[in-house]
């Protein structure tokens, strides 16, 4: 797990909001036990994504880039998907199966190629070979 204050892949920000919405954005992060910095990582990523334009991607700096990063991300959006482990998954503690993956990317709408970015980054392994998908009991994190 990324310690983001000594990291120098994070950086703090800070602004001030009324007193009713920080009581209720600190009230549903805690009840859906999700941190601050990671409901406000994905606030941040859609507001940043509705301002470049729908046509364009999402900057380099913000696209996750393992599951971890993925999951961490969108934590609210996957609650309801019926993926267990979340918190885990993105703790980066334990790896997804692949049907588990295969769920993550279709609730999120993932392209098929970031797919692929974000398995090899995560496994540091190919999950498709000549464009068919490995099955998974010849995955070894599977």
């Known amino acids: 797990m990324t310690d983001r204050r000594r990291s120098d892949d994070y950086k703090q920000i800070s602004g001030y909001v009324p007193l009713e919405v ?18 406000l990582e994905e606030m941040l990523c859609e507001w940043i ?26 934590m609210t959006k996957l609650k309801r998907s019926g993926v267990k482990n979340l918190q ?12 588990d993956f295969a769920i993550i990317t279709s609730t999120l709408g993932i392209p098929e190629e970031e797919q692929k970015m974000i398995w090899q980054e995560t496994f540091h392994i190919s999950l498709y070979e000549d464009s068919k998908c490995v099955k998974e009991d010849e995955c070894e994190f599977c």
């Open 88 to 99: 885990a998954l993105a703790r980066g503690e334990v790896l997804p199966t692949l049907g």
């Open 22 to 39: 920080a009581r209720e954005f600190k009230s549903i992060c805690a009840r859906d036990g999700v941190s601050q910095s990671d409901a």
């Open 49 to 74: 994504t509705k301002r470049i334009g729908s046509n364009s991607s999402k900057p380099e700096q913000v696209r996750p880039r393992t599951i971890a990063d993925l999951v961490r991300v969108n």
